[in-house]
Nanobody, 124 residues
Framework: QVQLVESGGGLVQAGGSLRLSCAAS????????MGWFRQAPGKEREFVSA???????GYADSVKGRFTIRRDNTKNTLYLQMNSLKPEDTAVYYC??????????????????WGQGTQVTVSS
């Protein structure tokens, strides 16, 4: 059972930056596609970004050019650098893992494991 623990959320003003981290408990991280999703109150969970273990990444149109996903396979850790934050980025951000795959899906149902989430709040 892979455990994922997110950190790095918080309160930031519009235009600011945050870096989220996701620590994975096992070396299966190294052959997993890792993703970030977010869920705002009253809305469905939506794809933000994901990267497979070869480094091929995808981004939601709403975050392209502002967010960067990165993984460190030596530390079993996934990162999401978020710049130029907007109030509409406010949500709980979740880390997810799809083990043993090279695909980079955008549907939450494709992922096997989830973290508990970290709150990101962007004030205007």
């Amino acid at each position: 059972q892979v455990q994922l623990v997110e950190s790095g959320g918080g309160l930031v003003q519009a235009g600011g930056s945050l870096r989220l981290s996701c620590a994975a408990s096992e070396d299966t991280f190294r052959t997993s596609t890792m993703g970030w999703f977010r869920q705002a109150p009253g809305k469905e969970r939506e794809f933000v970004s994901a990267v497979n273990w070869l480094g091929s990444a995808g981004y939601a149109d709403s975050v392209k050019g502002r967010f960067t996903i990165r993984r460190d396979n030596t530390k079993n850790t996934l990162y999401l650098q978020m710049n130029s934050l907007k109030p509409e980025d406010t949500a709980v951000y979740y880390c997810a893992a799809l083990s043993g795959s090279l695909v980079v899906p955008q549907e939450p149902g494709e992922y096997d494991y989830w973290g508990q989430g970290t709150q990101v709040t962007v004030s205007s």
